[in-house]
């Protein structure tokens, strides 16, 4: 017992030791690039990121990042409320609605543990077991990763020749990407290593009951938000004076959203893609994907604390 809590404490330490490599780095290089820009301008590098946030819309932009929110909180519920009652009970929409808003609180440090606080209450509050939500949760992130795969590679069809030469590993990613999914299905429906016993734990219970539409609807069902955000980023960067597409954000954002994913301090890595990816405009993007990444998951908690008290009320009659 002793060995297997020191060997999670060094992997914890060793995960930890990581990601704060990656978020120094991340710093580093918008720093030297800022610098460098501000430097070519004839400004320090504080004057310079002082002229570009005066340059921005900033009405404009505020209404259209709230009313965004709004729809994705809307569609994130949705998701939930719907895989829930395909693998597990019926649960009303509304129910579900003060969970999701209380779990993007605590996502504010980590998605995946804002997922799992959403399956300790739908134990505590429906009786659900508590392996069987955290299963579901287990299928939407993993669903996540394929649907942002697939609209990436919608995108390089249609944006492929624009993009820089990295993103021709988008086709090779995506098509493993599909042999991977149709094993995993395989496996789940007893196709694949028939007599394997895994597929029967509690953390797997979605994925067995999964059917291939399953997946399919979960597709359907998320697509509209990123769909959304498409045309809301690319409204957003012109607002911050940086010319883009509807079709030429199509493949870069799915591949932002997972940086964004990485939990670096105030989203560095999906800062640093932002400007990695629109060199020409280092201080207008690194500005871009500071306020819009933070605002994001800030304006979701505060959506969070609204529905906080019901949450605690349902929890613990409070």
């Given at each position: 017992?002793?060995?297997?809590q ?7 330490t060793?995960?930890?030791l990581i990601?704060?490599?990656?978020t120094?780095?991340?710093f580093?290089y918008?720093y030297f690039r800022?610098n ?5 301008e004839g400004?320090?590098?504080?004057a310079?990121?002082v002229?570009v946030?005066a340059n921005v819309q900033?009405?404009a ?7 965004y ?8 519920t ?5 895989a829930l009652?395909?693998f ?7 129910d579900?609605?003060p ?7 605590v996502?504010?440090?980590n998605e995946?543990v ?9 134990h505590?509050?429906h ?5 069987e939500?955290g299963?579901?949760?287990l299928?939407i ?10 609209w ?6 249609f944006?492929?020749?624009?993009l ?8 090779w990613?995506?098509a493993?990407?599909?042999i991977v999914?149709?094993l ?5 429906r007893?196709?694949?290593l ?5 597929r029967?734990?509690?953390i ?7 059917r ?6 979960f597709?359907?069902l998320?697509s509209?938000?990123l769909?959304?955000a498409?045309f ?9 004076g940086v ?6 954000l ?9 940086a964004?994913?990485v939990?670096?301090?105030m989203?560095a890595?999906?800062i640093?893609?932002w ?8 201080g207008?993007m690194a ?9 994001f998951?800030?304006?979701?908690a505060a959506?969070?604390l609204?529905?906080w008290r019901r949450t605690?009320r349902d929890?613990?009659?409070?």
């Open positions: 017992m002793q060995n297997q020191g060997e999670k404490k060094k992997g914890g060793l995960g930890r990601f704060a490599a990656i120094l780095l991340c580093a918008l800022l460098g820009a501000a430097m070519r400004l320090t590098l504080t310079y990121m002229q946030f900033w009405g932009w505020l209404l259209i990042m709230v009313g929110s709004l729809f994705y909180f809307g569609i994130d949705l998701v939930v409320s719907r009652n395909w597990i009970t019926d649960i009303r929409y509304r579900i609605l969970v999701r808003a209380s779990a993007y609180i996502s504010l440090f995946q804002g997922k799992g606080g959403m399956a300790w209450y739908l505590r509050r009786q659900v077991p508590g392996w939500v299963s579901v949760m299928f992130m993993f669903c996540e990763v394929f649907y942002l795969l697939v990436a590679s919608v995108g390089f069809v944006a492929g020749d624009d820089p030469a990295a993103f021709s590993l988008v086709p990613l995506g493993g990407g599909a999914l149709a995993w299905i395989a496996f789940f007893g196709k694949l028939p007599n394997n016993t895994l029967d734990k509690p797997f219970h979605a994925f067995k009951a999964a291939p539409w399953h997946y399919g609807a597709f359907l998320r509209p938000a769909l959304a498409v809301v980023y690319a409204t957003a960067l012109n607002l911050f010319e883009a597409s509807v079709l030429g199509l493949p870069l954002l799915p591949v932002i959203f997972f964004a994913a939990p670096t301090p989203r890595a999906a640093t893609f400007v990695v990816l629109f060199p020409e405009n280092e207008q500005a871009f994907g500071f306020v819009q990444h933070n605002f998951i800030l304006f979701n959506i969070g609204l529905f605690q929890l613990f009659g409070t």
